[in-house]
């Protein structure tokens, strides 16, 4: 690693002092599962980073049926919190296969979300799940959607001075949910990863569908022909088939050393199936 | 700069770099050889220790970070100057072969087994799948935690 200064400030207004003195030359540190890598082969040399470990970013609460996700939530207490499990289990689901047990211990959902890793889990579940987060600077804070929020390849809305502090995830609990995933090995990024909620009415139609994609573009893909094709229909096996063939076919995702684009897309429109297939199933045994 | 830790139970004071990883610290400032260095970056699972009673890569949290927090290397395992009973079960078993990935085996099955004392063979195999080993193919690091789990009244 390059030499560098370390500030841990213990308040956010601390924090946020630095980040707008020090711009592009800070880095901020949460988990360090993504950034320490990063500065061992000095991909960045930040002159600064900034630890906000210390900031009171690390709880999960439930109000007015909305769930809000400190920034330094880690990923394993969305795998252990039973406030997660009753209220919005996919996002357990999903924590479940980030990276490794130790990436688990000490990456948060916030330092996920910023970090953007095209692949990653949780970027494309916030996604479906619209949350909105919360981004603070010394000027005040913003409020942005996920949809928004994510703007291309390791890029988010975030600028250098700001800070996400918070995220909120309307809950979900009449959805029935799924995260399928094709990894190459255990703990490696996604090559593609899915996720599906549905809801389904008393007359047994999709009431509502959302679908979204990790690993086929250079930021997370909501499905929206595949939710389209599910929305008021029967979920029946040949509708999600329907549903996963637009949603492929909405999709050009790129290839890399290991796996081609079109073998991307044909994985997409497998994994979708059996996500919505796993959705829907959950969804009739709510009801 | 200084860090404060506990330090397999011991309070201990340490003068870091920010620049310095934990595994760089315990390594090459402290002597603590049992943390082993595999492949820097966070995959192998050889410099596991544990932070606060969690499995963590030494390799991936700064030494300063580390501030008022626990740490655990294989040698906080020791009981009365002996071997952990797991450790004895890994030698029982012939989990051990050229050892390098021993110390991170034992550290995340013990954190594993603090929040699920009694998994079954495929839960064991599971919590180890971010461990690597090329020696064992594995079969007899199962077979010596799922012996431990059975002889050491777990649960």
């Known amino acids: ?287 | 700069m200084i860090a404060r830790m506990v330090l397999n139970g011991r309070p201990r004071e340490l003068d870091v770099r920010p620049e310095q990883t934990l595994l760089e610290a315990l390594r090459d400032t402290l002597g603590i050889f049992d943390v082993k260095e595999g492949c820097g970056e966070g995959v192998c699972g050889v410099c596991t220790v544990l932070l606060d009673g969690r499995p963590v890569s030494s390799c991936l949290v700064l030494a300063p970070a580390v501030r008022g927090r626990a740490v655990t290397t294989l040698r906080g395992l020791e009981r009365d100057g002996g071997l952990h009973p797991l450790q004895e079960a890994f030698v029982r078993y012939g989990a051990v072969q050229c050892g390098f990935c021993t110390p991170g085996m034992l550290l995340t099955a013990l954190a594993f087994l603090e929040r699920e004392p009694r998994p079954d063979r495929e839960r064991i195999r599971a919590a180890l799948e971010g461990n690597l080993c090329r020696c064992t193919g594995y079969t007899k690091i199962v077979d010596a935690v799922e012996a431990y789990v059975r002889d050491n009244g777990h649960g």
């Open chain 1, 1 to 287: 690693m390059h030499p560098f200064e370390y500030a841990a400030p213990e308040t956010l207004p601390d924090a946020l002092a630095l980040l707008r003195e020090h711009g592009e030359d800070a880095k901020v540190l949460a988990g360090g599962q993504s950034l320490v890598p990063i500065l061992t082969y000095r991909l960045a040399k930040p002159r600064l980073v900034v630890d906000i470990n210390a900031l009171p970013f690390g709880e999960v609460t439930a109000e007015n049926g909305r769930l809000r996700l400190g920034a330094l939530v880690r990923h394993h207490q969305l795998e252990e919190s039973e406030t997660i499990r009753r209220r919005c289990p996919v996002l357990a689901d999903a924590a479940r296969l980030i990276g490794n047990v130790r990436v688990r211990s000490l990456g948060t959902v916030g330092g996920s979300l910023a970090h953007a890793d095209p692949a990653a889990e949780l970027p494309a579940v916030m996604t479906a799940l619209d949350a909105r987060l919360t981004l603070a600077s010394a000027g005040g804070q913003r409020h942005v959607d996920a949809r928004d929020f994510f703007t291309g390849l390791l890029t988010t809305a975030l600028s250098s001075e700001e800070l996400l502090v918070a995220i909120d995830v309307p809950a979900v609990p009449a959805h029935g949910w799924a995260v399928e995933e094709l990894s190459r090995r255990a703990g490696d990024f996604a090559v593609v990863a899915v996720v599906a909620l549905v809801s389904v009415d008393r007359q047994g139609h999709v009431d509502d569908a959302r679908v979204a994609f990790a690993g086929v573009a250079d930021q997370p893909v909501r499905a929206r022909a595949a939710e389209d094709a599910l929305r008021g229909h029967e979920p029946t096996t040949e509708r999600l088939g329907r549903a996963a063939t637009a949603a492929r076919a909405a999709l050009a995702p790129p290839s890399d050393a290991f796996v081609s684009g079109e073998y991307r897309r044909l994985v997409a429109g497998v994994l979708c199936r059996r996500a919505l297939a796993r959705a829907v199933a959950r969804a009739l045994e709510a009801r």
